[in-house]
C-alpha cells in the first residue's frame, strides 16, 4: 500500500463515524471478548463468493451470498466472523460434499465494537469437521473508498459514470464480505458477480466465462478463476465501464485499466510502457517469477490511499500512475515520470513481499512496507538508471524518518504490536515506510547486497504462500551470509532485533583520545539508555575509500575505544575521518572539534575526496554540531559552505539548503545580511555558467533538480541574470496567460519600476481576473520608493482593495528585503490600531510572530517591541501571545550574542 500523507488522521475519522450493519434476527452480546483477535476454534479453507451489484444504475446497494468452507480446530458451538456494515439475511449450515442442509437460518449474535458475527451452531463440532457456512446478506456501496466502494467520473458528455471497487487493506474486506479478516486466516477465493451487461468485471484472477445472468440478458455473470489461499485483505475487485491497454514488454499479460477519456487522451501510456519492465527487473533481481499469469492496474480515485498491491489487480489512484507531457516544460515530466515508476515499482514488490509471503501480524508490517520502500527505489535504480532512484531514496526517507524517530513525537518500535482496529493505522506511518526502509537497506549494505538478495530469495522460497515473522527473514538472511562469508561471524537476528525491537537511533559521538578513538552511543535526542547494533563504516584520509559499506567495526555497547592506527587514522596528522560511509548506518554522528576541523579543511581542499552522499550529510551534521551540541562556531559552518562554488552534487545542495536558509534568515535584518548575499552570489554564479538558466528536455533529472535549488540561491542573492531571466520568462507565460507554479514570480518582479501604473490598473481596471494573482508578489519590489507606492495605495484607495487583499499585500511584502521589512513596520506603526483592525486575533498573532522570527536587529527590535505593547493594549486576553512573540526576540537576542561576532569578523575577513 502506498500512503497519501493526508491519510491518517482521516482514517481515525472513518472509523469513528463508520455505521455499524444490523442483521435481522441477532442480539448484542454484552459480554466483551479479551481481544479483538478472531479465537482459533476453526478456519477458512475456501470462499465461493456471488456478488450482484446495479452500479450499472447509479444504485449502490449489492447483495452477496458467501458459502465459506470451514474447519473446526477444537471443540466450539460457535463461529466468531469478521463484519461491519452489511446485513446478514440468514446463515445456513450445509454438508461440504453435496451443499445438502444440515442446518436452517442459524442464531446469530453481534459484537459491533469488534466487528464480530458470532454464529451459534446446532450442536458442538470436533476438531476437523467440516462444513459450508451459506451465509446471504446484502449492503450499500461506501462513499469513503474504503471496503466495497463507489466512485464516478464525467464522460465527455459531461455526464457523470458510476464505477464500483475495492480497498480491503487493512479490515475492510468485512464490509463487503462476513469473513475471517486476518492476515493469517488464508483461504482460496472463488469469486462471481454479477452486474450491468455494459459494464465489466476484473478481479484478482483471470475472468473464466462472462453469460447473461437473467432473461431480459440486462445483466453478465462474470466468474473467476479461484485464487490460491490468500488472505481477506488482498481480495479486489472492480466493475465499471473503463477501458484498457496492454502493458508492453511484460512476459504475461498487464493491463492497465482507466475511465475511457483517460485512456484516449494517453494518460495511461507511461505506465503501459513501464510495468514490463519493471516486473521483469524485479524477478531477475530475485530470482524468483512472479507466480500468476496475469497482474492488472487499475487507475481510479483512491482518495485515502496512493496506491493497493492487489495480487493480480493493483489498484491506484489516478494522480499516482496518469501522466501527460507537460507540453511547455519538458524537463519536469520526469519528475512525474518517476513518481509513475516508484509507484508501481511499489505495488509490484509488494506482490513478492507481502503478497507472496505475508506478515502474520500486523505488527510486522515493517516486512511488506519497509521491502517496497527499499524497491521502489532500488528497483528503478537499476533498470532507470538515469532516474538516480537511490538519491530519492536517501533524500526523503532518512529525514523523514529521523523526523518521525524522536522520542517527543512518541515514536514507537518497528515491531510494535497491536491489534485495536483504531491504532492499526499506526503500522503504516514513517516508522513502517521509511525507518523501515532504512533499516532493511542498513542491512543491505552490511551484508552486501549480493549476499542479502539472496538471502532474500531463500525467504521468499522457505515462505512463498506462507505467513513470515522477522525471525523467518533473519534466519534466511543468516543462511545466506554464512554461505557467502564463511570466517565472518555475525549474528543477524540478533544485530537487527536492535533496530526492529526499540523506537528511536542512536547519535554516535566520535572523539579523539590520546592514541585512541572513542565512539559512544546514545538515543538521540533522549530515550532509556538504548542500545543499538551500530556498523561502524569509517573513511579516513589514509584510506579514503568510500565504496566499502560492509563495516569494520561494530558499535555493541555504549562505548568502544579503538586505536587510531587499527582505524588508519593519525591525529597528529590533522587527519580526518568520516563515520557512516553513504549513510549506511540508520544513526546521526556528533565528531569533535579537531575532527570537524579536519572534515572543513578537506572540504575546502578538495571536496572529491569525500563521497557526495556524505558531503551531503556532513551539512546535516555540521548543523546539529553548530546548534545542539557546540562543537563548531558559526565561522566554521560557513567555512564548510565556501566550497559550495565547487559543489555540484545535487545532494549535497539539497541538505546545504536548510543553512542557506538558516543564515538567510538570521542575517536579515543585520548588517551582514549584503555581505551574504554577495557570498551567496559568489558560491552559486559558477555553478549556474555551468548549469545555464534552462531546462534541458533531454537532462539528467539530477541536473534540473540541482538548477532549481542553485538558481533559487542565485536569485536570493538578487544576481542579475537571474532576475531578468525570471523576468522574461513569467512576461512570457503571462502572455499566454499561465501562471505556471516553476517561475520564481519574486524574482521576476524585483526590478518593478512602475508601482503606481501597476496599482492603478489594477484598482482601477475590471478586466483584471485575477486580482489576488496581480497584487501577489509587488511586495518583491526593491526600491524602497515602490514598496511605500504599495503600502500607501492601501490608505490611498480604501474603497478598493479590501480588507483581505490588504491583509495578504502585508503578508506577501514584509520577508521579501529587508526594505521591504522597515517599510510595513513603518506603516504599521504610522497607525497600529487600524492595522490591528485587518486582522483577527489569531491571523495578527501569525503574523506578528513570523516578523519576530526575521528580526535579529537592535534598532529595528525596540521599534518591533513599541508596536507590540501597543498590539497587546489591545488585546487584554492575548498575554500569552505576548509573552511567546517577546520570547522569540529574546532568543534571537541570544543567538546574536552566540554568534553575530564571529559571523561579523568571517565576512570581514573574506573581504580582504
Ligand atoms: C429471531 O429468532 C427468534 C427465534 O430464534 C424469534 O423468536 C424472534 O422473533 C426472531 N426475531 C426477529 C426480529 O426476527
Ligand atoms: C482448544 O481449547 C482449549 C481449551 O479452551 C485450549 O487450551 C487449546 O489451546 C485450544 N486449542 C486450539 C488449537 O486452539
Ligand atoms: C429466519 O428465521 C426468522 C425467525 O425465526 C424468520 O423471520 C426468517 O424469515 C427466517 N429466514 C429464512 C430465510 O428462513
Ligand atoms: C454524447 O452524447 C451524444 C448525443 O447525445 C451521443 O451521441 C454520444 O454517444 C454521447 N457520448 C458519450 C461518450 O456518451
Ligand atoms: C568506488 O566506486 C566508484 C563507482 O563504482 C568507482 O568509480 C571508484 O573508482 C571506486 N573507488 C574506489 C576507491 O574503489
Ligand atoms: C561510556 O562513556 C561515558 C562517558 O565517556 C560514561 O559516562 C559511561 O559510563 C560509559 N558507559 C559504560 C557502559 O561504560
Ligand atoms: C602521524 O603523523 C605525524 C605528523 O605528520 C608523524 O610524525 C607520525 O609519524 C605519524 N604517525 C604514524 C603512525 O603514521
Ligand atoms: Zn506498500
Not at 479490515?171 to 459494464?199: F, N, Q, V, W
Not at 437473467?214 to 485483505?233: A, R, W
Not at 494522480?319 to 516508484?342: C, G, M, P, W
Request: proline share 3%; with cysteine; glycine share 2%.
Amino acid at each position: 500500500m502506498r500512503l497519501f500523507v493526508k491519510v491518517l488522521s482521516f482514517l481515525l475519522v472513518i472509523i469513528f463515524f463508520s455505521v455499524h450493519g444490523l442483521h435481522n434476527n441477532s442480539t448484542e452480546i454484552s459480554i466483551e471478548p479479551l481481544t479483538y483477535r478472531l479465537p482459533n476454534d476453526s478456519l477458512p479453507l475456501s470462499y465461493d463468493l456471488t456478488i450482484k451489484t446495479e452500479i450499472h444504475r447509479k444504485n449502490l446497494n449489492f447483495v452477496g451470498n458467501v458459502k465459506i468452507h470451514v474447519q473446526i480446530q477444537n471443540r466450539t458451538k460457535k463461529l466468531t466472523l469478521h463484519y461491519h456494515g452489511i446485513v446478514i439475511d440468514f446463515v445456513d449450515l450445509l454438508t461440504v460434499n453435496r451443499n445438502e442442509m444440515i442446518a436452517r437460518n442459524l442464531t446469530l449474535h453481534k459484537l459491533p465494537k469488534f466487528d464480530f458475527l458470532i454464529i451459534l451452531l446446532p450442536r458442538e463440532f470436533n476438531p476437523n469437521e467440516e462444513f459450508i457456512l451459506n451465509i446471504s446478506y446484502h449492503g450499500k456501496l461506501t462513499k469513503s473508498k474504503l471496503g466495497f466502494f463507489y466512485s464516478s467520473y464525467l464522460d465527455y458528455n459531461n455526464t457523470e459514470i458510476y464505477y464500483a471497487a475495492t480497498q480491503f487493506e487493512t479490515i475492510y474486506a468485512r464490509r463487503a464480505l462476513p469473513c475471517y479478516d486476518e492476515p493469517a486466516k488464508k483461504a482460496k477465493i472463488t469469486l462471481s458477480i454479477i452486474h450491468g451487461k455494459d459494464y465489466r468485471a476484473v478481479a484478482n484472477t483471470e475472468m473464466i466465462s462472462s453469460l447473461p445472468f437473467d432473461e431480459n440478458q440486462d445483466y453478465l455473470i462474470t466468474k473467476f478463476n479461484t485464487t490460491p489461499s490468500i488472505q481477506t485483505y488482498l481480495l479486489a475487485f472492480s466493475i465499471s465501464n473503463f477501458q484498457y491497454i496492454n502493458g508492453l514488454n511484460s512476459r504475461i499479460s498487464q493491463k492497465i485499466y482507466a475511465n475511457p477519456i483517460d485512456i484516449a487522451e494517453g494518460k495511461l501510456n507511461f505506465a503501459a510502457s513501464v510495468v514490463g519492465p519493471i516486473l521483469k527487473g524485479i524477478e531477475s533481481l530475485l530470482g524468483i517469477e512472479y507466480p500468476y499469469n496475469k497482474l492488472d492496474h487499475l487507475s481510479l480515485d483512491l482518495e485515502y490511499f496512493g496506491a493497493m498491491e492487489n495480487i493480480g489487480l493493483q489498484i491506484y489512484d489516478i494522480n499516482e500512475i496518469n501522466f501527460k507531457v507537460h507540453s511547455y516544460d519538458k524537463a519536469r515530466t520526469n519528475k512525474q515520470k518517476l513518481k509513475v515508476i516508484r509507484t508501481i515499482a511499489h505495488e509490484t514488490s509488494h506482490q513478492f513481499f507481502g503478497d507472496l509471503t505475508t506478515p502474520a501480524w500486523w505488527n510486522y508490517a515493517f516486512l511488506n512496507e519497509g521491502f517496497a520502500t527499499l524497491f521502489e527505489s532500488l528497483i528503478p535504480s537499476i533498470i532507470f538508471p538515469q532516474y538516480h532512484q537511490m538519491s530519492h531514496f536517501f533524500i526523503k526517507n532518512f529525514p523523514d524518518a529521523f523526523a518521525r524517530d524522536t522520542k517527543e513525537l512518541n515514536s514507537w518500535s518497528m515491531n510494535k504490536y497491536t491489534e485495536n482496529p483504531n491504532e492499526l493505522w499506526t503500522k503504516f506511518n514513517r516508522i513502517g515506510y521509511q525507518k523501515s526502509g532504512c533499516v532493511l537497506r542498513m542491512f543491505m549494505e552490511v551484508m552486501t547486497q549480493k549476499t542479502f538478495i539472496k538471502g532474500l530469495k531463500f525467504y521468499l522460497n522457505e515462505m512463498y504462500w506462507k505467513t513470515a515473522t522477522p525471525d523467518d527473514l533473519h534466519r534466511n538472511l543468516q543462511v545466506a551470509f554464512d554461505q557467502d562469508f564463511p570466517t565472518v561471524i555475525l549474528n543477524i537476528s540478533e544485530l537487527m532485533s536492535t533496530w526492529e525491537n526499540q523506537a528511536g537511533y542512536p547519535l554516535v559521538t566520535v572523539t579523539i583520545s590520546g592514541s585512541n578513538l572513542k565512539f559512544s552511543q546514545k538515543r538521540y535526542p533522549s530515550g532509556n539508555e538504548e542500545i543499538y547494533s551500530v556498523p561502524l563504516t569509517i573513511a579516513t584520509k589514509t584510506n579514503p575509500n568510500f565504496n566499502h559499506t560492509t563495516p569494520k567495526q561494530w558499535l555493541l555497547t555504549q562505548n568502544a575505544t579503538f586505536t587510531q592506527s587499527e582505524l588508519e587514522f593519525n591525529a597528529t596528522n590533522n587527519d580526518w575521518m568520516i563515520l557512516n560511509i553513504q549513510q549506511v548506518g540508520y544513526y546521526r554522528v556528533d565528531y569533535d572539534t579537531a575532527l570537524w576541523q579536519a572534515i572543513i579543511s578537506q572540504l575546502n581542499e578538495n571536496h572529491e575526496e569525500i563521497h557526495p552522499i556524505n558531503r551531503a550529510i556532513l551539512q546535516e551534521e555540521i548543523a546539529l554540531a553548530w546548534t545542539e551540541f557546540n562543537r563548531v562556531t558559526a565561522c566554521d559552518v560557513l567555512n564548510s559552505l565556501n566550497y559550495f562554488d565547487k559543489e555540484d552534487e545535487l545532494l549535497a545542495w539539497n541538505k546545504a539548503d536548510k543553512i542557506f536558509d538558516e543564515f538567510y534568515t538570521k542575517l536579515f535584518t543585520t548588517e551582514q545580511f549584503p555581505n551574504y548575499l554577495e557570498f551567496l552570489n559568489a558560491l552559486t554564479s559558477p555553478i549556474m555558467k555551468n548549469l545555464g538558466f534552462d531546462d534541458l528536455s533531454d537532462e539528467d533529472v539530477h541536473i534540473t533538480d540541482l538548477r532549481d535549488i542553485v538558481k533559487r540561491w542565485n536569485c536570493k542573492a538578487l544576481n542579475s541574470d537571474c532576475l531578468n531571466h525570471e523576468k522574461l520568462k513569467f512576461e512570457y507565460f503571462y502572455q499566454l496567460n499561465k501562471f505556471d507554479s516553476l517561475i520564481d514570480v519574486c524574482s521576476a518582479r524585483r526590478n518593478i519600476k512602475n508601482m503606481d501604473k501597476i496599482i492603478k490598473e489594477i484598482v482601477n481596471n475590471k478586466t483584471v481576473i485575477d486580482r489576488s494573482e496581480a497584487f501577489r508578489n509587488l511586495g518583491c519590489a526593491l526600491d524602497e520608493k515602490e514598496i511605500k507606492i504599495l503600502l500607501n495605495s492601501i490608505r490611498k484607495y480604501p474603497d478598493e482593495i479590501s480588507t483581505k487583499e490588504i491583509s495578504n499585500i502585508i503578508w506577501q511584502t514584509f520577508d521579501k528585503s529587508p526594505i521591504a521589512l522597515q517599510s510595513v513596520l513603518d506603516f504599521i506603526e504610522e497607525d497600529t490600531h487600524e492595522f490591528y483592525n485587518l486582522f483577527s486575533t489569531s491571523a495578527l498573532y501569525n503574523f506578528l510572530t513570523s516578523v519576530a522570527k526575521l528580526i535579529y536587529n537592535e534598532p529595528i527590535m525596540e521599534q518591533f517591541r513599541r508596536i507590540l505593547t501597543v498590539s497587546f493594549d489591545d488585546f487584554t486576553t492575548s498575554k500569552n501571545c505576548y509573552l511567546s512573540i517577546t520570547g522569540i526576540l529574546n532568543d534571537n537576542q541570544k543567538w546574536m550574542d552566540k554568534n553575530y561576532k564571529n559571523i561579523e569578523n568571517w565576512f570581514n575577513k573574506r573581504q580582504k
